[in-house]
């Protein structure tokens, strides 16, 4: 289980299947793979280009909920590859003459370029844009920063696919609530990762074959130059065998297995290759090798054919690069070397990226997992965050808590008011009683002041009353 943060996520939408991969950076470099979680997109992705949205939404969502309890954290962004049969590029240029000789400055550049981006395709939209050169009188040059002119012109690859592919991809990211941090052109990431400096300095193609696209991407001087898609890869081939009422699981294996892109006619014997589901019936391996040779015969004259197209065909000094699933196919190199006469033909399985496995050893040494690693390389954000049911959890907890709380707070003042009550009544008691009892007392020395003044009242009366028979009886 995976419990640290900083866990980059990336996404490719191919057309056989959907894959999404987890790891992390280390401070060396390297990179750990943590998980790799595939989906079969049959019917789904077409050509590398969504097909039915909410197939690709089922198969995206099952890849997180997968990845989510493999790693034991909650991951709602990702990193995404763009791909698919409408990516490709146009060449454009833009110019700016000035009223006198100026220096050339990164503003009159960064001006070239929005009038650049400023292009309308129709039903394309430009994802990325390739300066190739920079025309200054008769010279080209790729940096013309600081130099002395009057004019201008600058020579840009754009790279273009579809107005709506990024659409699609944003529509099935957000209905399963996942945040894309950034969309990759696939095929310039794949290149990044797995051309070294030479060969894009000194010129070759990328030749990356897919299951139903094969992508070319030509290098020269440390420049892309040229890409295309072609709408033909491995699939294909499969598809092909199963016209021998083959099942297309069966298919891709005798494939794999026996299939060939360049046959061996110097033969004698013909062996005969009995089926999984039923051993009784079997097909002549020579048949299966004339299926798949036929098929890579035409997928790599339509390589051949867009290398030529791109007018590096004689300046590829490092020859072909290739890459994919289907470059596991038996003697591709022979067929591609045999149709264009080049004999530097190199199966890329080494990539820049210096990769940690662990138990994914297996899986990334087949070519067809390189762009999927490369997709990953490229970011650098960590995908994790709080899990929303874990966080209204803990907040219900919290709510509880404080409720607990206000209730305790609640009965120690109910009891302190109590304690203070009780004290108020007993030194009100105390008051009266003292009230009371003053008031007793103070009727008692009333009273006995009263019966005091009448004694003497009575007292002096009878004095009175004798000092008057005393005088009468003088008299």
Request: contains cysteine; negative net charge; glycine residues 4%.
């Amino acid at each position: 289980m995976a419990t640290d943060k900083d866990i980059i996520v990336a996404i490719e939408l191919g057309s056989s299947s959907i894959r999404g991969i987890a790891g992390r950076k280390n401070v060396d470099g390297t990179l750990h793979i943590l998980d790799i979680v595939e989906r079969k997109t049959k019917n789904c992705i077409r050509k590398g280009v969504i097909y039915n949205i909410d197939k690709t939404i089922q198969a995206l969502n099952s890849i997180f909920i997968q990845l989510r309890e493999d790693l034991n954290v909650y991951i709602n962004k990702a990193y995404v590859g763009i791909a698919g049969q409408s990516l490709c590029t146009i060449r454009n240029s833009a110019s700016r003459q000035m009223a006198n000789k100026v220096v050339i400055s990164s503003e009159i550049i960064d001006s070239l370029l929005d009038s650049n981006y400023n292009i309308n395709y129709p039903d394309k939209d430009i994802l990325d844009v390739k300066p190739q050169e920079y025309r200054i009188g008769t010279n080209y040059i790729t940096e013309p920063i600081g130099i002395l002119s009057n004019q201008i012109e600058g020579k840009f690859l754009n790279i273009v696919a579809r107005s709506t592919i990024k659409e699609s991809i944003q529509k099935c990211f957000d209905a399963v609530n996942i945040q894309i941090l950034d969309m990759f052109i696939a095929p310039l990431a794949l290149a990044d990762n797995i051309l070294t400096d030479n060969e894009k300095r000194t010129g070759c193609a990328l030749v990356d074959f897919g299951a139903e696209t094969t992508t070319v991407s030509i290098y020269k001087n440390n420049i892309l130059r040229y890409l295309s898609v072609i709408p033909l890869g491995g699939n294909n081939v499969t598809l092909d065998i199963c016209s021998k009422q083959l099942e297309e699981d069966e298919a891709e294996e005798l494939k794999i297995k026996y299939g060939t892109a360049f046959a061996d006619t110097s033969k004698d014997v013909v062996r005969h290759i009995p089926m999984s589901f039923d051993p009784s019936i079997t097909i002549a391996e020579d048949v299966l090798q004339e299926i798949t040779e036929a098929r890579m015969e035409e997928i790599i004259a339509n390589v051949w054919e867009q290398i030529q197209q791109s007018g590096y065909a004689d300046k590829l000094i490092s020859g072909i690069v290739i890459t994919g699933g289907a470059a596991n196919i038996r003697n591709i190199e022979k067929a591609i070397s045999y149709r264009t006469k080049n004999d530097k033909i190199k199966v890329a399985k080494t990539l820049h990226t210096m990769i940690i496995p662990d138990r994914f050893e297996d899986v990334i040494q087949e070519t067809n997992t390189n762009t999927l690693i490369s997709l990953l390389s490229c970011g650098d954000a960590d995908c994790t965050d709080e899990d929303p049911e874990e966080a209204e959890r803990r907040r219900q907890e919290e709510e509880q808590d404080r409720k607990r709380q206000e209730a305790e707070k609640r009965e120690r003042q109910q009891a302190k008011e109590k304690e203070e009550e009780e004290a108020r009544q007993k030194e009100q008691n105390k008051q009266n009683n003292d009230s009371h009892n003053s008031s007793d007392t103070e009727k008692s020395e009333e009273q006995e002041e009263k019966n005091k003044s009448g004694f003497m009242q009575s007292l002096k009366n009878r004095f009175i009353k004798i000092t008057k028979i005393f005088t009468e009886t003088e008299e």
